[in-house]
């Protein structure tokens, strides 16, 4: 997995899509990792699999609010 400074990333952010389009890249901020950036293909590869797992959340999804 390829990795760039956030300051890169923003830099040069055209090249970081590049990236991220064949590779995950790790995203470092003070040389520690902090977020990764994936395709969306990926993304949905990974939404599908995850939703093919039973789900461990037996919650009822209903309306919520925000105080």
């Known amino acids: 997995m390829k990795s760039l400074s ?4 923003k830099n040069s952010f055209g090249h970081l899509i ?3 389009r064949h590779e995950p890249v790790m995203i470092e901020k003070h040389n520690r990792p902090v977020v990764v950036v994936i395709s ?4 949905n590869r990974l939404l599908g699999e ?3 797992q039973p789900s461990a959340d037996n ?3 209903g ?3 925000v105080a």
Do not use: G, N, R, W
Request: charged share 25%; glycine share 0%.
């Open 59 to 61: 919650t009822k999804a």
């Open 6 to 9: 956030a300051a890169d990333a």
């Open 18 to 20: 590049d990236l991220a």
């Open 40 to 43: 969306v293909e990926e993304y």
């Open 50 to 52: 995850a939703c093919a």
């Open 63 to 65: 309306p919520s609010s």
